[in-house]
């Protein structure tokens, strides 16, 4: 299923951000920002994009469990800065999830 063009372009941020893909280290920080930025069904369908286009199937179990462990505490201050700026110099805007959409 084709995903709406303004999770695409959350797709292209994030392999822009991390090109190799994204280190299982990051991914509780990474779902807490999305989680912050994002609707639970748009988080759900980032993470099953990231997931199939993984091509590793452990990556797929890593971004539920970082799902969960978001949902159980927060990530520390320095593991989300660290993520901000990952995505930030791959192009995202890190704005209001109301901005993101209509730049899309």
């Known amino acids: 299923m084709a995903l709406p063009p303004f999770l695409s372009s959350i797709i292209g941020w994030l392999r822009a951000g991390y090109p190799e893909g994204v280190p299982q280290t ?3 920080p990474l779902f807490a920002l999305l989680a912050s930025q994002l609707t639970d069904d748009e988080v759900s369908a980032v993470a099953d994009e990231l997931s199939e ?24 201050d320095a593991d989300v800065a660290r993520v901000k700026a990952r995505l930030a110099a791959g192009g ?10 209509s730049a899309t």
Request: glycine share 8%; charged share 20%.
């Open 26 to 28: 990051d991914y509780i």
């Open 53 to 76: 286009t993984s091509g590793d199937p452990s990556s797929g179990q890593a971004i539920r469990d970082a799902i969960a462990a978001v949902t159980q505490g927060e990530p520390s």
């Open 92 to 101: 995202w805007p890190l704005a209001s999830p109301d901005r993101l959409r």
